[in-house]
């Protein structure tokens, strides 16, 4: 995994995040996100704003999974993080096929799926964000949480 280069992963290829509630899960695309160290443990760091539908899954599971594409795949994810599964099935609208696994839910045409176990969340506060990202992302909604999982597998290295 030291191969890894985080940002060129989220920010240029984007990924999906996706937890379970029940039997059911959400996914959404983004293109923040860190993955390092912290407290001896590898770890991912994604951030979910509370109106998405994927933070209620983010919520009510301990797991998540965060899975990286090829570039081929790049339409997909765009509709996804456009569009809600609140409001439809819209996995059935991609090329993407889910697949469970322990722990979570990946997709065959993943590259590289990293499961992650949450060890730590938090709310960003918005008084210590820099003026330039409050406007660029906080003017109408609230901020991100922050959730960051211990590395437990990664499926597709």
Same mark, same amino acid.
């Given at each position: 995994?030291?191969?890894?280069?985080?940002?060129?992963?989220?920010?240029?290829?984007?990924?999906?995040?996706?937890?379970?509630?029940?039997?059911?899960?959400?996914?959404?695309?983004?293109?923040?996100?860190?993955?390092?160290?912290?407290?001896?443990?590898?770890?991912? /760091?994604?951030?979910? @704003?509370?109106?998405? !539908?994927?933070?209620?899954?983010? %919520?009510?599971?301990?797991? #998540?999974? +965060?899975?990286?594409?090829?570039?081929?795949?790049?339409?997909?994810?765009?509709?996804?993080?456009?569009?809600?599964?609140?409001?439809?099935?819209?996995?059935?609208?991609?090329?993407?096929?889910?697949?469970?696994?322990?722990?979570?839910?990946?997709?065959?045409?993943?590259?590289? /799926?990293?499961?992650? @176990?949450?060890?730590? !969340?938090?709310?960003?506060?918005? %008084?210590?964000?820099?003026? #330039?990202? +409050?406007?660029?992302?906080?003017?109408?909604?609230?901020?991100?949480?922050?959730?960051?999982?211990?590395?437990?597998?990664?499926?597709?290295?």
């Amino acid at each position: 995994m030291s191969s890894l280069n985080s940002y060129e992963m989220f920010h240029n290829r984007w990924a999906l995040v996706t937890a379970r509630k029940g039997d059911d899960f959400n996914t959404m695309t983004v293109s923040w996100g860190e993955i390092g160290a912290l407290w001896e443990k590898p770890v991912v /760091t994604v951030y979910v @704003k509370p109106c998405r !539908y994927t933070y209620e899954f983010m %919520e009510s599971d301990d797991y #998540f999974t +965060v899975a990286f594409f090829s570039e081929e795949y790049r339409q997909d994810l765009g509709y996804l993080g456009r569009n809600s599964g609140r409001h439809e099935d819209k996995l059935a609208k991609t090329s993407l096929t889910p697949k469970m696994i322990e722990h979570g839910v990946t997709y065959d045409q993943a590259e590289i /799926t990293i499961v992650a @176990k949450k060890i730590y !969340y938090d709310d960003l506060k918005l %008084e210590r964000i820099p003026d #330039f990202a +409050v406007k660029a992302n906080y003017l109408t909604e609230t901020p991100h949480r922050m959730y960051i999982g211990e590395i437990i597998a990664v499926i597709g290295e």
